[in-house]
């Protein structure tokens, strides 16, 4: 077995099927003297809940100014992680520019967020735009933001 296989586990029943399943692979790989690795981890972010989180930025970036000028997309994008990384207790990175002029941020990449976060996160950009006047082209259903 050279691949990586990954399954969505979304209910007990069809957890148990999928890990039997996986058992004979497993057991004749370790007699065979291989070494396996598990890794089970929360589901991140669904598509869409990235659609929306990309809708909600680009509603921003139309509409809200920063720093006394428009900003792009992604640079919307790029604040808003960092101030809700910071604003949940996470750190965000600053490091020195690689051409020695300034400083450059690394946040925290949002293909990486589970649902709850991006869920959070969502909410974060939108309160933000609603309170800076920026008008929302559609809401975020709220049994959605926290799949």
């Keep these: 077995m050279s691949e990586r296989r990954t399954f969505t586990l979304y209910e007990p029943v069809q957890a148990h099927k999928a890990l039997m399943a996986l058992w004979p692979t497993i057991k004749s790989m370790l007699f065979a003297g291989h070494r396996m690795v598990l890794t089970l981890a929360p589901a991140t972010r669904s598509s869409e809940q990235n659609r929306k989180l990309h809708a909600i930025i680009a509603d921003v970036a139309r509409q809200a100014t920063w720093a006394g000028a428009k900003q792009d997309a992604e640079t919307w994008k790029r604040l808003f992680v960092s ?3 910071r604003a949940t207790g996470e750190p965000v990175t600053i490091l020195p520019a690689l051409d020695g002029h300034g400083v450059d941020l690394v946040p925290r990449r949002t293909s990486k967020l589970t649902k709850a976060e991006c869920g959070e996160l969502i ?9 800076h006047g920026v008008e929302l082209d559609e809401f975020w ?6 799949e």
């Design 83 to 85: 101030a809700w990384c």
């Design 123 to 131: 909410e974060y950009i939108t309160a933000w735009a609603v309170e």
């Design 141 to 146: 259903p709220e049994e959605l933001a926290h």
